[in-house]
């Protein structure tokens, strides 16, 4: 948002409206199983609960996730991160996830939803073949229901009942 | 960025367009895609799937752009970045008709330019939209914001230099230029700034050599191979663990001082010490027959530095005088103005310049003749070689000589100046006494440089002898290369 705006907002004040907006939509249109909560000293921090989707391993689990809108959003994209333990291959110990439209796929017509509803995705589909936790990809294609049975009992251990 | 780089994309882009009729902002991205390669664009555009050639390149076919609804141009959208509803007719889109507001795709554009540095194949913003921004829209977009609009056409020509086989920028240091030829060939090519360069390899003009064998050659010279050459021309090896010695003593009996070894052996034969006996400073057990391998080997190697020595010293000595003589040309401008103060007219002191350009010239194909020597295989016509080889040096040397020393001596101001010209021929004294007895005499100068000229005239012949000869070798499979250099 470095460029001046003929509105006759500044940058901040711009951001701000957009944002209202963009939050505006995030609530107004809830997504089933989605839900974020802006931060109350940080309008750029929000924090992320997303249920487990149903017939995946993470099932009835609930996993709290951090995202935040960095200066240059939405020509950057958002930073999201899982807190709550995952056994993903496509997310690893510190919570990191792998995932295109958040790096080099990234579009600014993305938004917050849309990111949020392709790390759901991802909790249904995990993607052994392109990993960011090895050893989790590793067991994944060689012992898959080994995998799924770690992945539950992750789920219900570190993302129920808190 | 030169002119004649923008004026060379757009021939190349109206070419197009007088053969498809499409905008040249598509045209530009179609050639883009072939690397500007208009014969294979043209091919590809008549002989099979338009529809194909038109996706791969990421660009929507032009005959078959939806048609543009007035009606709506009027009614409000939403711009899918930031949501702010504006006219139809205020939004900026490519022909996917994914449509944005302008501080949205200028934010867009300034972000991909100037933080990602990518100019060429910036696509539409909208998710897994893979359609490439042209030329046309991103200028557009971009008035009003001068410093990104100057590094997009700065990505732009690079891009088309990169893409263009047929472009290669001046490697010179410094030099904004790009050299155009109209067929790919490792040929040298003078740029406008005076550099003269190689089109293959972009290294200095280096005839008689071919690319290959320069590059071989600059990494032999590169590397360290020729520090193993020298430990394994001036060290022996332990026969038995194989750790180097040097040898720093008299004596042959040589113990092996590597700690679990202790070898004891003799230097000479390389034999086992035992036998030896008490004989300390003579082997008489020469002749046997692993103490024989192990000293060919050694010897082997040693010929083998030597030899790449004796090319490598003449090459870096002519290196080294290509430098001077390039501070000649300043001298050299000194003199044509005693000259003239002498009674010559501008036009016929113009000689000495043209000396100076041609002694740098033969000097620097002396230079890679060494490097073509170093690989010949010995033949008939490499004694041919060898021979034009020395009679242009001569040549050379002399006509070095005739410019930084008798010079001098022939205006009087050898003294002044003799720092700058310690060349590596030796002057010949008697030439240069007599030239300075006479130095107000218009008829030494006269004399000089008629000297000058006959040498330089004979310097160029002779340059030019020698590579027509190695040109014909090439083209009659007359040389044989040696990878190696032995």
Request: hydrophobic share 35%; charged share 25%.
């Amino acid at each position: 948002m470095r460029v001046p705006f003929a509105a006759g907002l500044t940058a901040d004040q711009f951001v701000a409206a957009f944002k209202y907006v963009e939050t505006q939509r995030l609530v107004a249109e809830p997504v089933p199983g989605i839900s974020a909560e802006p931060d109350e000293q940080n309008a750029r921090y929000f924090g992320i609960k997303i249920d487990g989707p149903h017939e995946s391993p993470f099932e009835g689990g609930v996993f709290r996730l951090e995202l935040f809108l960095p200066e240059d959003y939405p020509m950057a994209p958002p930073k999201v991160r899982f807190l709550t333990k995952i056994y993903h291959p496509n997310i690893d110990r510190l919570g990191r996830i792998c995932l295109d439209i958040l790096k080099d796929k990234w579009s600014p017509a993305l938004q917050i939803r849309t990111v949020l509803l392709s790390v759901q995705a991802l909790l249904s589909a995990p993607n052994p073949d392109d990993p960011l936790a090895n050893d989790v990809a590793e067991q994944w294609k060689t012992n898959e229901p080994a995998a799924i049975a770690t992945a539950r009992q992750w789920t219900r251990q570190y993302a129920t009942g808190k | 960025m030169p002119k004649d780089i923008i004026s060379t994309q757009i021939q190349a882009i109206e070419d197009v367009n007088n053969i498809f009729q499409i905008p040249p902002s598509t045209a530009r991205i179609l050639l883009q895609f072939f690397g500007w390669d208009k014969e294979r664009l043209v091919e590809r555009y008549y002989d099979g799937d338009q529809d194909r050639l038109f996706e791969e390149a990421h660009i929507i076919n032009p005959h078959k752009l939806p048609r543009q609804d007035s009606n709506t141009e009027h009614k409000e959208m939403t711009c899918e970045i930031c949501y702010v509803d504006y006219p139809r007719k205020d939004m900026t889109g490519l022909p996917c008709n994914h449509r944005f507001c302008r501080h949205c795709w200028v934010s867009y554009l300034q972000s991909k330019i100037m933080d990602e540095g990518t100019g060429e194949k910036i696509t539409c913003p909208a998710h897994q939209c893979p359609i490439v921004a042209d030329e046309v829209t991103i200028s557009h977009l971009l008035q009003g914001h001068p410093e990104i609009q100057a590094r997009y056409e700065f990505f732009v020509a690079k891009a088309f230099v990169q893409g263009n086989k047929l472009v290669k920028w001046c490697p010179a240091p410094g030099c904004e230029n790009a050299v155009r030829v109209n067929t790919v060939e490792a040929r040298p090519v003078k740029c406008k700034c005076g550099h003269a360069w190689c089109f293959g390899c972009q290294q200095p003009t280096h005839e008689p050599v071919h690319c290959p064998t320069l590059k071989a050659w600059l990494k032999k010279c590169a590397d360290d191979s020729e520090t193993a050459n020298w430990i394994s021309a001036n060290t022996k090896e332990c026969p038995r663990c194989k750790t180097t010695i040097e040898k720093n003593g008299g004596c042959n009996h040589i113990t092996c001082r590597s700690l679990n070894c202790k070898y004891e052996f003799c230097w000479s034969c390389l034999g086992a010490w035992e036998p030896h006996g008490a004989s300390w400073y003579n082997c008489s057990r020469f002749d046997e027959k692993d103490s024989m391998q192990a000293r060919d080997q050694h010897s082997r190697s040693r010929v083998s530095l030597e030899r790449y020595l004796h090319y490598y010293n003449r090459y870096h000595n002519h290196e080294q005088s290509q430098k001077f003589e390039q501070q000649l040309f300043a001298k050299v401008d000194k003199k044509m103005e005693e000259f003239q103060q002498r009674g010559m007219s501008w036009i016929e002191v113009q000689f000495l310049k043209k000396a100076v350009e041609v002694l740098c010239l033969c000097r620097q194909t002396l230079k890679y003749t060494y490097v073509f020597g170093f690989y010949l295989r010995k033949n008939n016509q490499a004694v041919i070689f060898e021979d034009n080889q020395k009679d242009l040096e001569m040549a050379v040397e002399t006509l070095s000589q005739y410019l930084e020393q008798d010079m001098d001596s022939a205006t009087g101001s050898a003294s002044s100046s003799s720092s700058s010209s310690s060349s590596s021929s030796s002057s010949s004294s008697s030439s240069a006494a007599t030239t300075a007895q006479a130095t107000s005499n218009p008829t030494v100068l006269a004399d000089i440089k008629q000297r000058v000229l006959d040498k330089s005239q004979y310097c160029e012949s002779r340059r030019k002898v020698l590579l027509d000869h190695v040109q014909d070798g090439y083209e009659q499979g007359v040389w044989e290369f040696d990878a190696a250099g032995n």
